[in-house]
């Protein structure tokens, strides 16, 4: 049977950013840099993009594409009878996990489009009324529940349509649409009175402040964003065609999902100085832009209740989708994995990975709710899954594909995906095996060993 491919090579890069980009750069992104102190946290953020994310996310595309199959069964393909099948099964299971929680998220992006559509926010100004709204919603225990319901059965619906038809035609007319609308919500957002301290706050390094829990925080936030170590990407790549030019991809997919990130940061701690929020350490958790964003709307048009309606709406749709092409990621990997691996139909195998991610999404839910008392070392259900998922995780699964692609892969074959068989121009090859062989394997250790105060 021949393997599905995206029909494009525009599409091939929308569907890579597009899993990307999602809750990730917009929702945990300004979480992780307010708790972990700001610039800083920024720059080591973007070192680790640089130094980890992207030799990793070569490493995933060549793997796919080269194998054209799902995770595990890559490595069988490269490395077969050995163990480095479970990198792609620890791959699977990360994915399982992430879905299930992000879901949940997700699911409250559907219930704020909702009160936007119904014009909810109008006449709010204080903070104490946006959380008011946020912990009524998030603590009740049934719609919640409903909207991850709802949003993973969106995913499935898409992911059995099959991929380049679901995923490639979203992720063209979308994506751009919420570029745009995330620039114009900076400009208004930095340009509101008040804000510098926010812009400052953003851009005034203070290294004091970096130790290694926020340098495990810039590297799982890294990998998150960028969707790396568990074969997400590895997945996708196996549906690119011959022609497209990995190490180009890398640096498009790198760029913009870096740049929405960042200016992600740029709508919400600019706003949140202006409307004089004094963020305290508390309101830096999972409610974060939900409790600033409405306000943003609110302010920045507050003297055109059109705009701000009709911007608020726009705003909550484009991020559904932004989180869909990013569920929808995951979901494949789980998907093609059984689909493949236990010869199962796909919709049997998309069914069944929809029905496990609710069941242990539920639990996430209502840990805002009635399990919140249930916790581990102060952490509540969805910390941990958030915790363990994106720092140590994926960046085990990402050291793992390193070490595989510099050590393990024959270097000829690497050579000819990275030259697509020696028609794309690639000075930097040796560096990118010495960085995979050496600096992203070690420093990922490192870093880990140093949270538990081990190294
Ligand atoms: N990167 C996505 C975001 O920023 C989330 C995501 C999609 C993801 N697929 C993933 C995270 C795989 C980790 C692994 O929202």
Known sequence: MKRENFGSKLGAILAAAGSAVGLGNIWR????????????????????????????????????????????????????????????????????????????????TIEYAVLAVSNQFQGMTTKAEFEQVFTNFSSDPLWPIVWLIVFILLTHFIIVRGVARGIERWSKVLMPMLFIIIAVLVVCSVSMPGASSGVQFLLQPDFSKVNSHVVLSAMGQAFYSLSLGMGCLCTYASYFDRKTNLSKTTLQVCVIDTMIALMAGFIIFPAAAAANYGLTPQDIGPSLIFITLPNVFQQAFGSIPVLAYVFSVMFYLLLIVAALTSTISMHEVVTSYMAEEFHLKRNRSALIETCLSIFLGIFCALSFGCLSDVKLFDMTIFDIFDWTASNICLPVGGMFIAIFTGWYLDKQLFRDEVTNGGTVHAPYFKALIFVLRYITPLAILAIILGNFGLF
């Open 29 to 108: 992104f300004p979480i992780e840099t307010g708790r972990n102190g700001g610039a800083a946290f920024i720059l080591v953020y973007i070192a680790c993009i640089i130094l980890l994310g992207m030799p990793i996310m070569m490493s995933e595309f060549l793997i796919g594409r080269h194998t054209q199959s799902n995770t595990a069964r890559a490595y069988q393909k490269l490395a077969p009878g050995t163990p480095w099948k479970w990198v792609g099964r620890l791959g699977v299971f990360t994915g399982f996990f992430i879905l299930s929680y992000y879901a949940v998220v997700a699911g409250w």
